[in-house]
């Protein structure tokens, strides 16, 4: 099925159960029949795998795995696995990407293909003539490491492609000197590659220089390989734009408000590197850093009003890999690509700023609406009603009944699904039961407490 035709052919696709959701992915061909076997036997079922990556190994801890739908990037189709615990985000996800595709369109672009390996001398004696010497050499650096350690990189068009020194002041009247390692690692993210090419360069460098060389390590702010993702919604009604743009503005002035603005676009984000057995943290340092490079942390996201037209805008260093690593070796991980067909770690980091951008968006315009809370707990109550031990038959009408308190009262808590399974299952003097088990006597028999939805006990 072409790229065009895969949001049209998965409309509807939350209001389908699990099965058909699995039948119409292998019908668009985003999963194989043996993704199906394995997803059905409840994923990877021994701990081999697990033993190979970590030490001391006592098992998996198992992640929802769910796609968001109706992403159209760059006028492609794609299906997005997400893995998250947290409720709403898929849901959140796919809505806004549909309002989008409907109303406008979503581009992205690379901007710079260099990630950076430091090289620390933390007690320079001569730093110009360190400087001098280093650039004098540049060139002999870069070719002994693209022979001896990153050939395999130059064959794929990558390898070292620049060395830069900087001067960093110790604070204590003294300096340092720091190398920049510059190297574009094609499709892998490169960690493991750029660390040993320092590692590689130490020895040359401390010969030349007559300097001792204290550390070698990757940097994740890597502001030499960026991703920005744009999103335009074609006249949007003028008073939501203009609210937008002012929570856009909010996160750009306040760093306390930038913290949960970010944490929300890395809600879209991470799940995606998850999914796709990237490092999330990696990401998520430089995401941060980034935020920070003006000297005060910021939002990530930028959203104006430009005429009629409300423009989006993230731009970040988003370091992916789609070889080596987990990437490749963990069955979830490949079936994941799989699901996106992407196989450049470009397009993959393109389609992470996007969804990151899509997530913010939904956010944004929740906040700026109807707030936040009743969207997210109209979801939330599947997590009250396992939590308060509702079987099957009781879920319908628990569902119902909470749904009826949040909407009148715009809160529900643990206690309002407890004390309505307790009135269908007609427990009487104040017990509070779930799963079969007394967990709290309240000493307020049923009939006398406050009505559902009045309880002022914490979620």
Not at 256 to 267: D, E, F, P, Q, S
Request: with cysteine; charged share 25%; glycine share 8%.
């Amino acid at each position: 099925m072409g790229h065009q035709n895969i949001s049209q052919f998965l409309s509807g696709f939350s209001k389908l159960d699990r099965n058909e959701r699995l039948r119409k992915l292998v019908e668009v061909g985003a999963l194989q029949p043996e993704d199906l076997a394995f997803l059905n036997n409840g994923g990877i079922d021994d701990v081999d795998l697990a033993e190979k990556l970590i030490e001391n190994v006592i098992g998996y801890f198992q992640m929802p795995l769910g796609v968001a739908t109706n992403f159209r990037i760059d006028g492609r189709d794609y299906v997005i696995p997400m893995a998250v615990e947290e409720t709403s985000i898929v849901a959140a996800a796919s809505k806004t990407a549909k309002w989008i595709r409907d109303e406008g369109e979503i581009t992205t672009e690379l901007v710079g293909n260099f990630i950076i390996g430091q090289i620390q001398i933390a007690k320079v004696n001569d730093y110009e003539s360190l400087r001098s010497k280093i650039l004098a050499s540049k060139q002999k650096l870069i070719d002994q490491a693209n022979i001896v350690v990153a050939a395999g990189l130059v064959r794929r068009g990558g390898g070292v492609s620049d060395i830069q020194v900087r001067k960093i002041s110790r604070g204590d009247g003294g300096d340092m000197a720091v190398i920049h390692v510059l190297c574009d690692p094609c499709d892998a993210m490169g960690a493991n590659i750029i660390n040993q090419i320092c590692e590689f360069l130490k020895k040359p460098i401390e010969e030349m220089t007559g300097e001792k060389v204290t550390m070698c390590i990757l940097s994740n702010l890597v502001d030499t390989k960026l991703t920005r993702a744009t999103v335009t919604i074609r006249d949007v009604e003028k008073s939501l734009g203009e609210r937008i743009e002012e929570a856009s503005l909010f996160a750009l002035c306040d760093p306390y408000r930038a913290a949960t603005n970010n944490k929300g676009v890395l809600n879209g984000m991470d799940s995606v590197l998850l999914a796709t057995g990237n490092d999330w943290r990696a990401v998520e340092a430089g995401v941060h850093a980034y935020a920070a490079r003006d000297g005060q942390y910021r939002s990530i996201t930028k959203w104006k009003m430009k005429g009629n037209d409300l423009v989006g805008v993230i731009e970040a260093p988003i370091v992916v890999g789609t070889v080596g690593g987990v990437t490749q070796i963990h069955p979830t991980a490949k079936m994941c690509l799989h699901i996106l067909r992407v196989k450049k770690a470009s397009e993959l980091s393109r389609i992470i700023a996007a969804v990151g951008l899509v997530q913010n968006l939904g956010a944004l315009k929740a906040l700026t609406t109807e707030g936040i809370i009743e969207g997210h707990m109209k979801l939330h109550i599947k997590n009250l009603m396992i939590s308060a031990g509702a079987n099957e038959k009781e879920v319908p009408v628990l569902q119902r009944r909470l749904e009826e308190i949040l909407t009148s009262t715009k809160r529900i808590t643990l206690s309002n699904a407890i004390e309505i399974l307790n009135e269908l299952r007609g427990v009487k003097d104040g017990i509070i039961m779930t799963a079969g088990k007394v967990i709290q006597r309240t000493g307020i028999p049923l009939k006398t407490r406050k009505k559902p939805g009045l309880d002022n006990s914490p979620s």
